[in-house]
């Protein structure tokens, strides 16, 4: 006897862990009584279900809605958006630019903190386009008067809120520059502000 064979139950079972089949008929015959079943076996007529084509159906047009393309200049990094009204400038004029940038960084701000926008430069404005694009969380208005972007309820040199936004309107930066009391009165509500 082989040392590699072995007919015992136990052996068999701890070498082989799979079924294993004996089958006495020749594999000839096995085919041809699979290959006689197949013959027998004829496709049924299939008649095809064909549907009605849907009617076309029409998806209504959305009225095509254009993005504000505001100028501005900053980041808003700090979501606090300055307006102002400057007529003979695209932003600010240089002195008032100087002035601005000051003023924010005696609060520790950069021009990148802020977005600054010109009105004069960008028309047809409120607040509600405005919270939308920019999503401010507090608003410096210099020059404008705030019932011209729909915000009502604001008072001049004082902290209001509108819809839930803090807003400060005071005067233009130029008028600021040239009279130091209106620069003390801006400066003791901008302090608060930012």
């Known amino acids: 006897m082989n040392a590699l064979q072995s007919h015992h139950p136990i052996a068999l079972s701890l070498l082989i862990n799979e079924d294993i089949y004996h089958i006495n008929a020749p594999v000839l015959a096995v085919a041809d009584a699979v290959a006689a079943q197949t013959e027998e ?9 064909i549907l ?34 400057e007529t003979d400038a695209e932003l600010l004029n240089k002195d008032d630019l100087l002035a601005l940038n000051k003023l924010l960084a005696a609060r520790k701000l ?14 047809h404005l409120n607040f509600t386009q405005l919270s939308g694009f920019f999503g401010f ?6 020059g404008i008067n705030p019932k ?4 009502t ?5 004082q902290i209001c809120a ?8 005071t005067w233009h930066l130029k008028q600021m520059q040239l009279d130091e009391k209106k620069k003390l009165v801006f400066w003791a509500q901008f ?3 930012l």
Do not use: C, H, R
């Open 137 to 142: 969380n507090k608003l410096l208005l210099f």
């Open 148 to 151: 011209d972007l729909g915000i």
């Open 41 to 49: 076996v004829k496709p049924a007529e299939v008649t095809p279900n």
């Open 153 to 157: 309820g604001i008072v001049a040199n």
């Open 110 to 123: 950069e021009q990148k903190d802020v977005a600054i926008l010109n009105i004069q430069k960008n028309t």
């Open 191 to 193: 302090k608060t502000l």
């Open 52 to 85: 009605p084509k849907p009617a076309e159906q029409t998806i209504p047009q959305l009225p095509k809605i254009d993005k504000p393309n505001y100028q501005y200049v900053g980041d808003n990094n700090k979501s606090i958006l300055i307006l102002v009204n």
């Open 162 to 169: 509108f819809e839930g936004v803090p807003i400060l309107g």
